[in-house]
C-alpha cells in the first residue's frame, strides 16, 4: 500500500506560496491531481511536485547577443 501523505488545501496553499483559493481553483479546473475524501478535497504531496515541475520555467541561456546597441 502507498504510505504516500494527502495534503488539506492549506498545506499545498503554504507549500506554494499562494492564497488557499489558488489550490482550490486548480482542484476545480482539475489542472492537479486529488483525492475526494468524503466531502474533503486531499492533494497527494507527488502531486504537488508534479505540478511544480510541470509549471517550472528554465531560464534563458544568454547568446552572443547580449546587450547590443546599448550605450555604456
Keep these: 500500500m502507498n504510505?504516500?501523505?494527502l495534503?488539506?488545501?492549506v498545506q499545498?496553499?503554504?507549500i506554494l506560496g499562494t492564497t488557499v483559493r489558488f489550490p482550490r481553483r486548480l482542484v476545480e479546473e482539475r489542472r492537479i491531481t486529488?483525492?475526494?475524501v468524503g466531502?474533503?478535497?486531499r492533494?497527494?504531496?507527488s502531486a504537488?511536485?508534479?505540478y511544480l515541475a510541470?509549471?517550472?520555467v528554465a531560464p534563458r541561456r544568454r547568446g552572443g547577443a547580449g546587450l547590443q546597441g546599448v550605450a555604456a
Design 39 to 41: 466531502r474533503h478535497v
Design 43 to 45: 492533494i497527494p504531496e
Design 34 to 36: 486529488f483525492v475526494k
Design 48 to 50: 504537488v511536485r508534479e
Design 54 to 56: 510541470a509549471h517550472t
Design 12 to 14: 499545498v496553499a503554504q
Design 7 to 9: 495534503l488539506n488545501v
Design 3 to 5: 504510505e504516500e501523505r
